[in-house]
């Protein structure tokens, strides 16, 4: 629907490792267009969150390609990362952490700030506007601690978009939310794609949260085992390479996977 065709995430049989060895992702040819919304799935230690991490330009490949707004990420830490907000995996916000919603989300203007100065008049509204996005206007002076998951989350994807991305990364951004508050966020997050004409890759286990949502899935285990429209991707014969017995199919619409209970990090 208008959007440009151009890929602005280019990987070219990239592999990526930890010092040790350990190989996270191998061999990797994915394209990824401007204003798509991608969905990134597998099971635990599969390399969803290395993925990410190598696009935010925190990992080089250890071989092939890694193409960023055609920049070749060879070197760590490219100018890039400015164009990319990211909302990590969840950690605990505790209650009494003295920081404000505002606040929080200022913190999101420090790419384009440089530390030392100042916010302006135009940083606030900026912060403001991505707030109002994320429907929490009304909530910028509350402390963090005091709000509810969902609405931390909110707080956070408005965070990085005062960053004014091209690209939004988001790692698990439903863990520990109630479902309807899981539906809300991704909902949002939909919302934004569109609206923003954002490029989003939302990682996630949940595959039916978003299966009718993104207009790909990436579906990997260390190797990149299937990347195209869910219908193509959410093939019984494709998820039992991926997932084994993990895979439970209950009928032609819903498909459960069972794997979080070992999650830890
Ligand atoms: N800092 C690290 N040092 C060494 N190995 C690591 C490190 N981080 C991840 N790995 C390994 O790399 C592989 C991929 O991990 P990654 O976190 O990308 O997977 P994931 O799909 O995000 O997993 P999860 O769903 O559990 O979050 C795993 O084998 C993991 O143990």
Redesign the pocket.
């Known amino acids: 629907m208008g959007q440009s065709r151009e890929p602005i995430i280019r990987f070219d049989q990239a592999s990526f490792e ?3 060895g ?1 190989v ?1 992702l191998k061999d990797i040819t994915l394209s990824i267009t401007a204003g798509e919304f991608v969905g990134v799935i ?10 990410c991490r190598a696009v935010l330009g925190l990992m080089a490949p250890s071989q092939g390609h890694l193409h960023i707004f055609d920049c070749a990420c060879d070197e760590l830490r490219c100018h890039h990362r400015a164009q990319i907000g990211y909302l990590p ?1 969840k950690g605990v916000v505790d209650r009494n952490f003295p920081v404000t919603v505002l606040e929080t989300v200022m913190m999101g203007r420090y790419g384009a700030l440089g530390l030392f100065r100042r916010p302006s008049r135009n940083d606030r509204d900026i912060a403001m506007d991505a707030l109002a996005h994320v429907g929490m206007e009304s909530h910028k002076d509350t402390a963090l601690g005091q709000l509810s998951g969902g609405q931390q989350q909110r707080v956070f994807i408005a965070r990085a978009l005062a960053q004014q991305p091209k690209v939004l990364i988001l790692d ?1 951004p439903t863990t520990g939310l109630d479902i309807t508050t899981q539906h809300n966020v991704i909902e949002l997050v939909q919302h934004l794609h569109e609206e923003l004409k954002l490029t989003v890759l939302l ?1 996630t ?1 949940d595959i039916n949260l978003i299966r009718t949502r993104v207009d790909r899935l990436v579906l ?1 285990k260390t190797r990149l085992f299937a990347a195209g429209p869910p219908a193509d991707v959410l093939k019984p014969d494709i998820l039992r390479q991926v997932y084994g017995k993990d895979l439970v199919i209950t009928d032609r619409d819903l498909i459960i996977v069972e794997d979080y209970h070992h ?1 830890h ?1």
């Open positions: 930890f010092p040790g350990v996270a597998g099971p635990n230690g599969s390399g969803k969150t290395t993925l995996q698990e990682i286990h990997l999650h990090h």
